[in-house]
């Protein structure tokens, strides 16, 4: 029997075959903290160590600084000092400060993601990574810390569905729109523990940035990691960035034609509409069409799922159609994904355009993706975003939040309602 991706991976850094349900050590590629949650790391390595210890290899351990950059209070700026202080005595040079994104956006920008490559990080979402084919998997503390010290950690072999996608996407729809789709068909824990491998010719065409959005929220349908073979394009961003390694690691890890798969879905986006994950949970979805007339109070475009220069691109679509002005009802925020993403939108004179229509646009973090940022949601207030999640209070105590594609939320910032895109720019 053939072997998916998720089993080649895991192969590699085990040293030895693996078969679904085994437990294996696997050496480890990256091991990431950011600055929520990085600070524990390091104090946990130094109290395990008696503050005696070295890292196993400080070339494979990065820090990025991105939930709350710059610092907000005391507190956060303690704690970073802690990790940067840290960093300094262990020899760690890959230090992304306060001045550089979203952490996973950041680590593909530096070239320090490969396919095939095993990852660790303190973010619940570091498996968007597998846009790229890297099994890269949130996890706790102590596991970090213990990562450091070894350069190992143990999984378990998970089953793989394959989700085949088929089709164009009709005007003022996005791969945002499919990722909700699937989300509402497979529900919270539609994918437990599973890995997906993406396939088809709509993903065979997908930007980095579509593909980003796609593998962002398996974590919300509880699966381990989703993962898309990189291919034309992408295939040659990232080897520019990562090395030529980059190319001979994907006929690796690429799935034998025999593999088996726990199920397959199929899914055809030319019959796909705009959807939205309702409060308060991103399974709760719906056609935007049976939610449209909602009143807002806020729009926020941007999270490690939306970020991207071509998600705000496709709201700046939206915005333009619409008049180059939001309601003066909604407040509406752009964060864009990384620094790099910024100088592009810079470049294509999109930040002055976004202000003088009513937008706030922000330096590049995670954002509104918890009330730990500029922005929180006051008790009672209804919001749109592009992010993740939309737990009650998440972004607010007593709030609540619609997730929606970019297009979809410019559309609810410009009319002031929640709006079918295609209503401005179809």
Known sequence: MGKTMIMKIME?????????????WCDIDLSTARDFGGANCTLQFDEITEKQGKVWDPDKIAFTFDLQAPSHSEKVSNNQKIIREFAKRQGIRRVFDINHGI????????????????????????????????FATGVGNTDIAASWLGGTNWFRVPETM????????????????????????????????????????????????ERITLCSMVTEMSGKIGLILPNGAVLEWLALRAGPEARTRVDAIKPDVDASYIEIRKYDVSKLEPMASCPDAPDNVKPVREIAGVAVDQVHIGSCTNGRFEDIAAAFLVLEKGGFKVSPNVRTIVTPATTEVMKQCAHEGMIEKFLDAGVVFTNPTCALCTAEHYGALPSGDVGCSTTNRNFIGKVGKGSHTYLLSPMTAMATAVRGVITDPRDIIC
């Open 12 to 24: 590699r850094a085990a040293h030895k075959e693996v078969k679904v349900g085994d437990r294996v």
């Open 103 to 134: 952490g996973q956006h950041v680590l593909l920008e530096e070239g320090l993601v490969k396919p095939g490559d095993v990852i660790l990080g303190t973010d619940s979402h570091m498996n968007l990574l597998g846009a790229v084919a890297a």
């Open 162 to 209: 394959k989700i085949e996608v088929t089709g164009e996407f009709p005007c003022g729809v996005s791969m945002r729109d499919l990722l909700t789709k699937i989300v509402g068909d497979l529900g919270a824990g539609g994918l437990d523990f599973l890995s997906v491998e993406f396939t088809g010719d709509t993903i065979e065409r997908a930007t980095l940035a």
